[in-house]
């Protein structure tokens, strides 16, 4: 099953809008991670943020995590063409499957349009 | 360019065939992660190895299997293949083990079984 769910689905905005994908998970996690897709390409890393972190900035992005809740935020501000692209979250399961190493999980994605 | 090299690109053959897909990691990253793509299940996780020796295991059918070389390219293979096998195989790497580090991910090789 998916540990973490992206909502919505599909979001369609105007350039220069804000965009703002949410990403629910069932379990603990020692981190979240939300990656980019361009169309039938590979994923590329966006930010990572830390069960102990609340918000993390990086360029447009802003990133929170709320951990009483299981939930993350990821909001692109002044968006772009360019940023049309599905958009995953990824946590990292709560049981070893191997020593030392925690699987990563990824959501469905959102999948986002920016309309020039 | 994440420094993660797929080949091939494209793969079209037949039911019942054996493939395999080749994946060079990062420069240093000792990780090598493996994923399946496909539209109804989304991005799965197959499996993981470091520095050579498998350490994670995910929802890899026994008809796949893969290794990490000593230089530590990857090679995932599939056999028996069936048309449920067509997808997306992406390979990505890290420089730990855990998953407190990004994975850089390769391009991929779409994969159509006819």
């Known amino acids: 099953s998916q540990q973490g769910e992206e909502d919505p689905q599909a979001l369609s905005i105007q350039e220069g809008e804000n965009a703002t994908m949410n990403c629910s998970y069932k379990?603990?996690?020692?981190?979240l991670q939300w990656y980019r897709q361009n169309s039938g390409r590979g994923l590329v890393h966006l930010i990572l943020i830390r069960s102990n972190e609340r918000e993390k900035h990086s360029g447009r992005l802003r990133v929170t995590l709320d951990t009483s809740k299981k939930s993350s935020s990821l909001l692109i501000t002044a968006s772009r063409a360019a940023d049309t692209a599905s958009y995953f979250c990824a946590t990292d399961a709560d049981a070893y499957s191997g020593a030392g190493s925690y699987q990563l999980t990824f959501g469905k994605g959102t999948k986002l349009s920016v309309i020039p | 360019d994440s420094g993660v090299t797929q080949t091939p690109k494209h793969l079209i053959t037949a039911t019942g065939q054996r493939v395999t897909l080749r994946c060079s990691p990062r420069s240093g990253d000792l990780s090598v992660y493996w994923y399946q793509q496909s539209l109804d299940q989304g991005l799965q996780f197959l499996i993981q190895y470091y520095n050579g020796e498998e350490r994670a295991k995910g929802n890899i059918l026994e008809r796949f299997s893969a290794q990490q070389f000593p230089d530590l390219h990857s090679e995932l293979n599939l056999s028996s293949l069936e048309l449920g096998d067509s997808a997306l195989y992406f390979c990505a790497s890290s420089v730990a083990s855990d998953s407190s580090y990004e994975q850089y991910f390769g391009p991929g090789t779409r994969l159509t079984v006819t």
């Open positions: 379990t603990s996690i020692n981190n």
